[in-house]
């Protein structure tokens, strides 16, 4: 069973850039499609990007789509998130999660990283 690691989080000023990874371990990551999610305090999960199994399609909320990219290596086993022109808005902690279908509800996913924090400061 697929397990997922991120990393990359940190500090940065408004109008920065941070690169997101989420690492697997396991034989089946390219059997599943990998989102990104995001939670500040006291709010639940917010959809950020999925990726396909393929890396061939990719799906963004709209927060995301002119600022995140995601992309996806399955000979590594690693997806990354790139996120551009950061707002103190997108400060949370930032997970991975693997699922059957790139779907933008964090239901529809069944394996999770332990998160990292981003915190943009203004």
């Known amino acids: 069973q697929v397990q997922l690691v991120e990393s990359g989080g940190g500090l940065v000023q408004t109008g920065g850039s941070l690169r997101l990874s989420c690492a697997a371990s396991?034989?089946?990551?390219?059997?599943?499609?990998i989102a990104w999610f995001r939670e500040a305090p006291w709010q639940g999960r917010e959809f950020v990007a999925v990726i396909t199994q393929s890396g061939r399609s990719t799906i963004y909320s709209d927060s995301a789509k002119d600022r995140f990219t995601i992309s996806r290596d399955n000979a590594k086993n690693m997806v990354t998130l790139q996120m551009n022109s950061l707002k103190p808005e997108d400060t949370a902690i930032y997970y991975c999660a693997a699922g059957s279908d790139p779907w933008p509800q964090a239901g529809g996913y069944r394996v999770w990283g332990q998160g990292t924090q981003v915190t943009v400061s203004s």
């Open positions: 396991g034989r089946t990551f390219s059997d599943y499609a």
